[in-house]
């Protein structure tokens, strides 16, 4: 159980187009989906919380109107990069809260962004 | 400092070797206490997840924390070529809405 998926698992664009990545919960239903950044050899960064049916809640330093965030359903949740930029190019991963809260979190196998 | 620190390796060991990950931290406030494997180019994998201090122990792995020294360590016991991965450390405080991730551990285990 707990799984989640993520599409594409990998992407190249060009410079300023826009690019959709989804994420769902398989298994389960995810009220809460959080949006991670990952640079090699780089810890995750908090994007944004994503909540069913909410407005996102995007961490400080990041663009909300450049990462559009929509959790349209308790099984899914899309990140769009918004004319994407080369420095945009990074390794994307969404994830899933479980029941037991924000402590357990169960993570997509991300989205490789390259922008040309 | 950094609220999270966490040696990024590489770590080598010979198989069946009991392998030890740590990470420290400075926020008092941490509550939650997770570990994460993740294989290369894939998300992340929750391993365990602790409250407080103490042990926790999964099959081959224990998890603990030092509350009093801010410091969590995991060990691997009995150590597989398939336990060759990142293992990240995690922590949240109890009213946090996110928590925050260590960079890191490469552990490769030699056959």
């Known amino acids: 159980g707990a799984v989640v998926s993520q599409h594409p698992s990998w992407v190249i664009c060009k410079s300023g187009t826009s690019v959709k990545i989804e994420c769902r919960s398989l298994?389960?239903?995810?009220?809460?989906m959080f949006w991670y950044r990952q640079f090699p050899k780089q810890s995750l960064m908090l994007m944004a919380t994503s909540n069913e049916g909410s407005k996102a809640t995007y961490e400080q330093g990041v663009e909300k109107d450049k990462f559009l965030i929509n959790h349209a359903s308790l099984t899914l949740s899309t990140l769009t990069v918004t004319s994407a930029h080369p420095e945009d190019s990074s390794f994307y991963i969404c994830s899933a809260e479980g029941l037991a809260g924000v402590y357990e979190q169960y993570f997509g196998p991300g989205t490789r962004l390259t922008v040309t | 400092q950094k609220e999270v620190e966490q040696d990024p390796g590489p770590l080598s060991v010979p198989e069946g070797a009991i392998v030890s990950l740590n990470c420290t931290y400075s926020n008092s406030a941490f509550q939650y206490f997770m570990w994460y494997r993740q294989y290369s180019r894939k998300g992340p994998e929750l391993l365990m997840y602790?409250?407080?201090?103490g042990n926790k122990e999964d099959g081959r792995f224990t998890a603990q924390v030092d509350k009093s020294s801010k410091y969590i360590s995991l060990f691997i016991r009995d150590s597989q070529p398939s336990d060759s991965a990142t293992y990240l450390c995690a922590m949240s405080a109890v009213r946090d809405d996110k928590i925050i991730f260590g960079k890191g551990t490469r552990l490769h285990i030699l056959p």
């Open positions: 602790t409250y407080s201090s």
């Open positions: 298994d389960f239903q995810a009220t809460t």
